[in-house]
């Protein structure tokens, strides 16, 4: 198992490399540059601006000093943000977004695997016609219009949840809720799918015809084996989450990572943009590497190699 963490390791660094080249070519190839929008300033300031954070050198020059600043952990200043190194802002801000994911995908496993083992094993009935429902409706219905319908009738019409920021826990309960229906709502036609094929099995209707109880083969045999695709979602989707998600943090006012991303965008500061887009992609990739070394406690007959 060690020869294999390495080698993915290896190729996750490799990723990130690869995700990194890519986005600061990209990046630079848009005409224009941070400083161009700021009408207030003069040609000559921004001249001068460019030269302090090295924007005037040739690009291949500027692609190596960056790489070789973040191979030494070091993301730069922030263009915009005028005192503030990249990697304070994302110090500051990603706490708050990863305890906002934690719950949501908390929440979103606690209704989505139960949900779905239900259905499967009440396959053509009204419980699973309301959980495919229930399902669809997640899935189809944007986060912004849940924070908004959220926001309305528990927030502004009963006055029951506070409205902004994360202040105590109630106040998670709105914002979580609406970062957990969607993956929820995913991981219940995942389940419900997944169990289906696996109480399909040979194994299953040995166990069946030995006169175990469905009850017992449906969440000591089938749930282990049924779980794994589940798994596989939960950990790119944890990450995703955990950089925040620009729509809820901004309805509900949260500080937390995902205005940062967007706004960095939107305002060309282009350390911020790397910056964010790097410990992204990080992030994914762990999830990803940890995920397959699950697989490994979840169903020992995987091999990994």
């Known amino acids: 198992m ?34 161009v929008a700021e009408k207030s300033i003069s040609a000559a300031a ?12 040739p690009l291949m020059v500027r692609y190596a000093n960056y790489m070789t600043s973040v191979l030494q952990g070091d993301f730069g200043w922030s263009l915009k943000q005028r005192g503030r190194t990249v990697g304070d802002i994302i110090a500051s801000k990603f706490p708050v ?34 959980i495919i429902v229930f399902a669809t409706c997640g899935i189809a219905i944007p ?21 902004i920021g994360l202040n105590d826990w109630q106040s998670y309960i709105m914002p979580a809720t609406a ?53 596989t979602y939960v950990g790119p989707m944890l990450a995703a989450l955990m950089t925040g998600s620009f729509v809820v943090e901004k309805i509900f006012t949260i500080p937390g990572l995902g205005g940062e991303f967007v706004s960095s965008i939107t305002n060309r500061d282009y350390t911020m943009i790397m910056g964010t887009t790097i410990f ?22 995987i091999k990994l190699k």
Do not use: E
């Open 143 to 163: 986060s912004f219009i849940t924070s908004v319908l959220l926001l309305y009738y528990f927030g502004s019409h009963l006055g029951v949840l506070p409205t």
């Open 280 to 301: 992204l992609a990080a992030l994914v990739i762990l999830a990803t590497v940890v995920v397959d070394i699950l697989y490994k406690f979840i169903d020992p007959r």
């Open 46 to 57: 921004q001249a001068a601006l460019n030269a302090k954070f090295g924007l005037d050198k």
């Open 97 to 130: 977004s990863a305890r906002l994911a934690g719950v949501a995908v908390l929440a979103a496993l606690c209704v989505g695997i139960p949900l779905g083992c239900i259905a499967a094993y009440n396959r053509g009935k009204w419980a699973d016609s309301f």
């Open 179 to 231: 970062l957990a229906l969607y993956p929820a709502a995913y991981i219940t036609r995942l389940m419900r799918s997944s169990l289906l094929d696996v109480m399909g099995q040979d194994y299953m209707r040995t166990a069946r015809a030995k006169g175990v109880s469905s009850f017992k083969t449906l969440f000591k045999h089938a749930l282990r084996n049924a779980i794994l695709p589940v798994v």
């Open 2 to 35: 060690a020869k294999y963490v390495v080698k993915r390791i290896a190729m996750g660094l490799l990723s990130l490399f690869v995700v990194a080249t890519l986005t600061f070519f990209m990046m630079n190839l848009v005409p224009g540059g941070p400083f």
